[in-house]
């Protein structure tokens, strides 16, 4: 058994990584012809110097943790393909079947490749893609003004008994300072009791007081009148710590599971729509499955006869089925969203349809043909 499982995995082994890299090398270059137009850009916390090649090639590094991780579960289907469909071309793993080789065995065996790969990628995807993410905006916003999610930047609400605060904050800079933030805050009565603007502002980690800069504050007395005040500087104390402001900033497929379920937690305390944020967290913890799910989608191509011309079509009917898992994965991620499915059934949905397919497949091959 051992020399049986040294061959499989070293011949998948080595076609999952020819297939990574050549995907990594690829999107790499998208990346960096993409960033080739901001050469040239003035440092925005640097004055004299300018956004160069060394600063692009940063930042397609700094995304190649999520490149990879986006890649993994694709790498490992096309590579066990092509691996195991050559193993049958060649008549391999006929003589191996011949040899004792079963079905039950042989998902074992696969099993035991996929599962390395799926913790690969569960650490890459907590790890290392979000920090390196962190720091690619960070970089961006160097050059091209604050972190900025759309239009509106991020919003945030806190609820302090019966009272509402709805805190916006338009971007963030490198060196953590808040940007054009605006404060609502409502009573318990649901009417709006006061507005705060700042240009700028800091946020302790952990959560604490906000200092603000050159602020404007609107409030409304008991009696209806309105008053007006423009101060230098404000202490508003707040449950907020800058991580959290952070995570909000960041793209929910960007998080760490974690972050993600802090992040959705905190929604539902304060009564927001966090629907999107549990089906991204169970998507994290289902995705590094999908490596699981690609091997066992290999393994009925090792039981199929073809000619040598043959390889290079079922190599490519892999392609397709990791690109119809990815956007099956996606869309049943929106449809989730706007019916309001259980997040679990959202993001598990796809693996385990595809897991059946495949198992289904697999049992057909061996015992009706």
Not at 89 to 115: H, K, M, N, V, Y
Not at 122 to 136: E, K, S, T, W
Not at 327 to 334: A, D, P, S, T, V
């Amino acid at each position: 058994m051992r020399t049986v499982r040294r061959l499989l995995h070293g011949e998948a082994l080595g076609a999952i990584l020819f297939v990574l890299a050549g995907f990594l090398a690829l999107f790499a270059f998208f990346d960096l012809v993409d960033e080739l137009g901001g050469l040239g850009a003035p440092s925005l916390t640097r004055p004299g110097e300018r956004f160069g090649l060394e600063d692009a090639l940063m930042l397609v590094a700094l995304q190649l943790p999520s490149r990879a991780y986006e890649l993994l579960p694709i790498a490992v289907l096309i590579g066990s393909v092509y691996a195991l469909a050559r193993l049958a071309r060649d008549s391999e793993f006929t003589i191996l079947r011949t040899s004792g080789l079963g079905p039950g065995r042989a998902l074992r065996l696969i099993l035991g490749l996929g599962l390395p790969f799926a913790l690969l990628t569960f650490l890459i995807g907590d790890y290392v893609a979000p920090p390196a993410a962190r720091q690619a905006q960070l970089l961006k916003a160097q050059y091209r003004g604050g972190i900025s999610v759309g239009a509106t930047g991020a919003w945030l609400r806190e609820r302090d008994g019966e009272a509402v605060t709805i805190v916006n904050v338009r971007a963030l800079t490198p060196q953590g300072e808040l940007r054009a933030v605006r404060i609502h805050r409502f009573g318990a009565d649901g009417r709006l009791q006061e507005i705060v603007e700042a240009a700028s502002g800091s946020a302790p980690p952990g959560g604490g007081a906000w200092q603000l800069q050159q602020v404007r504050r609107e409030r409304q007395r008991d009696d209806g009148s309105l008053t007006l005040e423009t101060l230098p500087a404000l202490t508003w104390p707040t449950t907020l710590g800058a991580e959290m402001l952070q995570v909000a900033l960041l793209k929910p497929e960007r998080m760490a599971t974690l972050d993600l379920f802090q992040y959705a937690r905190h929604l539902q305390r304060n009564d927001q729509n966090a629907q999107r944020y549990a089906i991204e967290f169970w998507r994290k913890l289902f995705y590094p499955l999908g490596c699981v799910v690609m091997v066992v989608l290999a393994l009925p191509f090792a039981y199929l006869h073809f000619r040598q011309q043959a390889l290079s079509g079922y190599v490519f009917a892999g392609v397709m089925i990791g690109i119809s898992y990815v956007l099956l994965n996606g869309i049943f991620g929106h449809i989730g969203n706007l019916l309001g499915w259980a997040p679990w059934l959202a993001a598990g949905a796809p693996a385990a349809l595809y897991l059946l397919l495949s198992l289904a497949a697999l049992a057909w091959l061996v015992l009706r043909r």
